[in-house]
C-alpha cells in the first residue's frame, strides 16, 4: 500500500523512458528478479543483450490480448511478405487459435476483441488440454483453408486449478509456427517454490507467459507480469511514433518505452510495488507465504474427505479444492446459497462437465488453520440443515 502511494506521489506516467527514466528501469530490473525466481529460460529475460523482457499489464486478460493481437500482426505480415497480393482482410477471415474448454473466460473476449476465431478444445479427464485434441483440430481446420496461429495453454484453470499439457502442446505449436501463449493468472505464483517449478516445464516452448502477481505472491492490484522471448514481436505491432512522443534516446537500443508492449500510452509505477514486497518478504519469506496455503488447502481436503457426505471432485495441487455433497446438483446449489447468505464466508462455484461444484479458495494473507476449521465446521452444519430438509 506504501508503494501506491507512493506511486501516486510521484505522480509519473512513464509510457517512455524519458518521462521518467526511473520508472522503466526498475520495471525491467523487476522483471528479470522476478523471472530468475520462475527459473525462466534466458531467453525471457531482458538481461544486458536479451532479445526477450518482461513487462507489467494491467490484468492477465490485457495481457492475452495484447499476445493475440501481436501474433496476429505476426502471421499476416509474414504471409503478406510471401503473397503480397494478399490483403489484410483476406487472411483475418482464416485466422484460427484454439484454447481449452476450461480456459477462462477472457480467451474468449480476446478472440473477440481481436475478431479472430477461437476455438475451445475438449479437455481430458483431469480438465487438461492434450496435443491429440490439438492436432486432430489442427488437421481439420487447415485442410478447410483456416491458418491456425495462436494457442493459450491455462495453467492452473479459474475452475478447477487444472494444467494443460505444456510438454505435449508445446512441440506442436513450434513445430507448426504458432505462437503458444501461458496464461498462468493465479497458479504462476506457486512457481518459485522448487516443489511446484515443475508444473511450469515446457516454459521453453512458449512465446509469450504470464501471471498474476496481484493474486498471490502479495502484490496489490493492478500488476500482471508478462514475459515474451521477442520483444520485437510486441513493439512491431504497437509501435506508433507520433512528433510529440519522440525523445532523443530513441531509436538507440539502449532504451525501453514501454507504450509499444501494451495497450494504453500511459502508465504507473507499478514496479515499486514489486520491489517493496521482494525487498520485505524475500524469496524464502513468499515461498514460506505459498507453502502454508498450499497446507492449509490440504488441511480442508483432508477434512472433507472424513465426511462420507462429501466428495473431492479434481486433485488438490496449490491453494484450491474443488468439493461438493454426493447428489443432485441442487443440493449443492442449495447449499452454496445457504452458505453467501449466511455472509460468514463466501464461495464461487463452478461446473465441471454436468456437476454443479463447490471451491474452496485460500487465498487471504492472514489466514491461519483456525480459519480453515471454522470455516469447515459452518460448511458441516447447512449441510446437515439442507440434507434435513430434502428428507423432510
Not at 464461487?348 to 491461519?368: E, G, H, I, S
Amino acid at each position: 500500500m506504501l508503494a501506491d502511494m507512493l506511486c501516486g506521489a510521484i505522480g509519473c506516467i512513464g509510457f517512455s523512458w524519458a518521462a521518467s527514466p526511473a520508472c522503466t528501469e526498475l520495471e525491467t530490473v523487476m522483471m528479470d528478479w522476478l523471472g530468475k525466481m520462475l527459473e525462466l529460460p534466458e531467453a525471457f529475460l531482458a538481461g544486458k543483450a536479451g532479445e526477450g523482457g518482461g513487462v507489467i499489464q494491467g490484468s492477465a486478460s490485457e495481457a492475452t490480448l495484447v499476445a493475440l493481437l501481436a501474433a496476429r500482426t505476426k502471421i499476416i505480415r509474414q504471409l503478406q511478405a510471401a503473397s503480397p497480393e494478399l490483403t489484410q482482410a483476406a487472411i483475418m477471415e482464416k485466422l484460427v487459435a484454439y484454447t481449452s474448454d476450461q480456459a477462462h473466460s477472457s480467451v474468449e473476449r480476446a478472440g473477440l476483441i481481436g475478431g479472430i476465431k477461437l476455438k475451445a478444445l475438449p479437455s481430458d479427464d483431469n480438465f487438461s488440454m492434450r496435443a491429440s485434441a490439438l492436432q486432430e483440430a489442427l488437421e481439420r481446420d487447415k485442410a478447410a483453408g483456416l491458418i491456425p496461429f495462436f494457442v493459450v495453454v491455462t495453467l492452473g484453470t479459474t475452475s478447477c486449478c487444472s494444467f494443460d499439457n505444456l510438454l505435449e502442446v508445446g512441440p506442436i505449436c513450434n513445430q507448426e509456427g504458432i505462437w503458444l501463449h501461458i496464461d498462468a493468472a493465479y497458479a504462476g505464483s506457486a512457481f518459485i517454490c522448487p516443489e511446484f517449478r515443475y508444473l511450469l516445464n515446457g516454459v521453453e516452448f512458449a512465446d509469450s507467459f504470464n501471471f498474476n502477481p496481484h493474486k498471490w505472491l502479495l502484490v496489490n492490484f493492478d500488476c500482471s507480469a508478462m514475459w515474451v522471448k521477442k520483444r520485437t514481436d510486441l513493439t512491431d505491432a504497437f509501435n506508433m511514433d507520433p512528433v510529440y512522443l519522440k525523445h532523443s534516446h530513441q531509436g538507440s537500443g539502449l532504451i525501453t518505452d514501454y507504450r509499444h508492449w501494451q495497450i494504453p500510452l500511459g502508465r504507473r509505477f507499478r514496479s515499486l510495488k514489486m520491489w517493496f514486497v521482494f525487498r520485505m518478504y524475500g524469496v524464502k519469506g513468499l515461498q514460506a507465504y505459498i507453502r502454508k496455503h498450499v497446507e492449509l488447502s490440504h488441511e480442508f481436503e483432508s477434512l472433507v474427505r472424513q465426511d462420507p457426505r462429501f466428495e473431492i471432485c479434481t486433485e488438490v495441487i496449490l491453494g484450491l479444492v474443488c468439493f461438493r455433497l454426493k447428489g443432485s446438483n441442487q443440493l449443492n446449489e442449495t447449499l452454496l446459497q445457504r452458505i453467501n447468505s449466511a455472509k460468514k464466508i463466501h464461495l464461487v462455484p463452478c461446473c465441471l462437465r454436468d456437476k454443479f461444484v463447490l471451491r474452496f479458495a485460500v487465498c487471504a494473507r492472514t489466514v491461519q488453520s483456525a480459519h480453515v476449521q471454522l470455516a469447515w465446521e459452518h460448511i458441516r452444519d447447512l449441510a446437515s440443515s439442507v440434507l434435513r430438509a430434502e428428507k423432510e
